[in-house]
């Protein structure tokens, strides 16, 4: 399935407005998305998985995460936008949609007597991780939770993308890189991140 034409539409607006932070002119594929949400279909049936996505957008992840819970667990989904949250929560009224930044992860868990959570999705751009945002979702995470976030081939070498790698290689025991998605616009590359360290 691609886009509906109005997330293409409402993409180009937000960027226009706020490029920063919206950092895409189009939302994510159906084949990034079952590269980022990989992770949440490999975990083991008996787990009652808490999910949070990091910047979700018009939802291109949502609807692979929902499918791979099938119904278990909590799903969390954290946007800075009032226009994509308004999208996201007439789409997916059973996500509990919380519009503030991503750097408030910990009190979002918090508010809701989550200890962790079991997978963070992340569609963040680089901007966002200009502070302690990669320290704080290790902290968030359980021992064996895990971490996506996904990156354009074309800006992999650039000093922000590198600086994201190598935070995220500080932060965690392990990180791999996938092949890239070439079924995405841009292609992309995911980064999967385990062994958060305390
Ligand atoms: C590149 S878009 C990705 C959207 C969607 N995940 C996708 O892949 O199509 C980035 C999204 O992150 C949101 N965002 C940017 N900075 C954020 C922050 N600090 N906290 C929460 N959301 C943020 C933007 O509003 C936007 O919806």
Known sequence: MTAPSSDARLFLREFVRSPLTTAAVL????????AMTAPIAAMAESVVPVVVELGPGTGAFTGAIRRQLAGRGRHLAIELSDVMADVLTARYPEVDVVRTDAND???V???RDLPAADAVVSGLPWAAYSGPLIRTIAGSLAPNGTFTQFAYTWSR????ARRLLAGLRAAF???EVSRT?????PPAVVYLARGPKS
């Open 173 to 175: 025991d392990e990180v």
């Open 157 to 160: 070498w650039a000093p922000p």
């Open 181 to 185: 998605v070439w079924r995405n616009v």
């Open 109 to 111: 868990l918090a508010d």
């Open 105 to 107: 992860l910990c009190q």
């Open 27 to 34: 939302p994510s594929s159906p084949a990034l998305a079952a």
